[in-house]
């Protein structure tokens, strides 16, 4: 949770064990690059837009992702690498055309979308939809890292 007490799971997800979030993480100090892991850039979403999805789909009040890794350098500034629920990773991926954009029209009323439009929150939902059924065909979990 960052001093607002947000968990930001937007930014930058990727395909990985939860046993890799250090790793991760150490792509800011450049230990570890993008490409050695499936990446997506969602840095477009904020991570207001990300829980206000995540409020759309879930069955309880858990949290969107839980804290794996947290580091703090002069140098590199913060980074955290959260695990994204694996109900939303679920969820994402089991989306069908026609719930995807009935979703994406819910979700695009969002506050945090509002200068969206609707074929836009189509098209990155379905992005999302895509990634999470790579990392469940993969067996992996969503690792999402914020940088500060």
């Not at 930001?8 to 979030?21: K, Q, T």
């Not at 790793?23 to 490409?35: N, R």
């Amino acid at each position: 949770m960052d001093r607002n007490g947000v968990r930001p799971v937007s930014a930058d997800w990727f395909i990985a064990d939860p046993d890799e979030a250090a790793d991760v993480a150490s792509i800011v100090c450049e230990l570890h690059g993008f490409d050695d892991w499936p990446h997506l850039d969602l840095a477009d979403l904020d991570d207001e837009a990300v829980g206000a999805l995540w409020a759309l789909l879930r069955a309880d009040d858990s949290p969107a992702a839980e804290l794996l890794f947290e580091d703090s350098d002069p140098e590199d500034g913060s980074v955290s690498v959260y695990r994204v629920h694996p109900e939303l990773v679920r969820k994402l991926a089991g989306l069908k055309d026609a719930e995807l954009r009935s979703l994406a029209k819910k979700w695009g009323a969002a506050d945090s979308l509002s200068e969206w439009n609707t074929p836009g929150v189509e098209a990155v939902l379905k992005t999302m939809a895509a990634f999470a059924r790579r990392a469940i065909f993969d067996g992996k979990a969503i690792l999402a890292m914020a940088v500060a």
